[in-house]
């Protein structure tokens, strides 16, 4: 489908002409897509300018890079000298894909051409070097590849290399970590959560922000004496603004000349939990099959759409748990608070305490429950509908 001016697209049998991407799902969003967090925007924006390390911790899906961009670029406005490193390890296997990526990114930011690349890898890898490629004649388009025997016998080079950038350049440097749970995928993440805090601790004019998802393995990286406890300021994501949402949605409507009102605005706010990826996409689909005024019937459709589409991705991962994993998401859709008591063990067939303790772990390392207020939620509202009215109905 094209979201852009000159295509178009048929809905029913509508046609669109859609002049501009009105909701935004598919993508981190910034500008006229981010919503509210106005706070959060200001805190975020103030550690960046002072290099204070931050952790960002909340569940899939509630906007913590969108968050950290909007942040990254209040700061670079206010701080000339002020230059962010985004890397993502979502799908970062080994430690030295890590520490490739984040060289990868300084080199970028500090990079304004082609030759300001080439330059600075012949200045900072004395050592080794490093295969380069350009997409184009922008430094953003690099791409570095080292032979990982390299890379592993210059670990600290990697690590050390937004500080020595910094004091080389006079520059301030901000790197963000997204998806920063994944280390605990790799071969030995103790050992190198270690080498980190301990380079990282060292280094001045430079301040890393870690963003993961609120699960088990943040917690620990984030809690414990061994790794990050006193690594800087921890900030929990809490809910977007119900007011900030329903305008959102509502001017994005008016600005097409369609309309919706405030009770079908939180209609799609409620039906997805206040997730703001699923607000987006539900968004977009109710206000693709709207003529002229949104209906209830329209949001229900478009939802029951968005259910069905992640229909094999729900069933991979349901299919993929233990009968008491799945026991103990039973229990959680029917909103108990104290799984572990005797009634609500025997009411959903969880065979003991410890039998719900662990299976509680698992879908916390999983990242498809979070705790809140002391009780354990769904991560993805959709989830936990699709089981309640696809899988638990069989």
């Not at 607000?279 to 069905?308: G, K, P, Y």
């Not at 916390?364 to 109905?393: N, Q, R, T, V």
Request: aromatic share 10%; with cysteine; charged share 20%.
């Amino acid at each position: 489908m094209c979201n852009y001016i000159n295509c178009s697209t048929f809905v029913g049998n509508q046609l669109f002409y859609l002049m501009e991407r009105l909701f935004e799902y598919s993508r981190s969003v910034d500008g006229q897509f981010f919503v509210g967090r106005k706070e959060d925007v200001l805190k975020l924006t103030a550690n960046f300018i002072f290099l204070t390390n931050t952790v960002v911790v909340a569940p899939q899906g509630w906007g913590k890079t969108s968050l950290v961009l909007q942040a990254a670029r209040s700061a670079c406005a206010k701080e000339p000298n002020l230059k962010f490193c985004h890397v993502d390890i979502s799908t970062v296997r080994d430690e030295e894909q890590l520490l490739v990526a984040l060289a990868q990114s300084v080199l970028r930011s500090v990079s304004e051409n082609i030759e300001d690349v080439v330059s600075n890898v012949k200045r900072y890898f004395t050592r080794i070097e490093p295969r380069l490629s350009f997409g184009s004649e922008s430094a953003k388009d690099i791409t570095l590849d080292f032979d990982r025997c390299d890379v592993c016998a210059n670990r600290d080079l990697f690590i050390d290399l937004p500080y020595t950038v910094s004091k080389a350049t006079g520059l301030k440097i901000v790197v963000c970590i997204d998806e920063f749970h994944n280390i605990d995928t790799f071969s030995d993440p103790q050992s190198l959560l270690m080498a980190l805090q301990e380079c990282w601790n060292l280094h001045r004019n430079v301040a890393y922000c870690l963003c993961g998802n609120g699960n088990a393995m943040m917690e620990k990286f984030v809690s414990t004496a061994k790794s990050f406890r006193m690594f800087g300021e921890r900030l929990n994501l809490g809910r977007i603004s119900y007011v900030d949402l329903i305008k959102y949605i509502r001017d994005r409507f008016a600005d097409s000349g369609k309309y919706i009102d405030d009770e079908m605005a939180g209609l799609i706010i409620d039906m997805v939990d206040s997730n703001p990826f699923y607000i987006q996409q539900l968004a977009h689909i109710s206000w693709m099959n709207t003529s002229v005024v949104c209906s209830r019937e329209v949001i229900v459709d478009a939802f029951n759409a968005v259910v069905d589409s992640m229909h094999l991705t729900f069933s991979t991962l349901t299919y993929g748990m233990t009968s008491q994993q799945l026991c103990y998401l039973h229990a959680v859709l029917s909103g108990e608070k104290v799984i572990s008591s005797s009634d609500v063990l025997h009411r959903h067939g969880i065979t003991s305490a410890t039998s719900a303790s662990r299976s509680k772990a698992s879908l916390l390392e999983k990242g498809i429950i979070h705790i809140s207020g002391g009780c354990p939620h769904f991560s993805d509202p959709l989830y936990a509908y699709w089981l309640a009215h696809k899988y638990f109905k069989h």
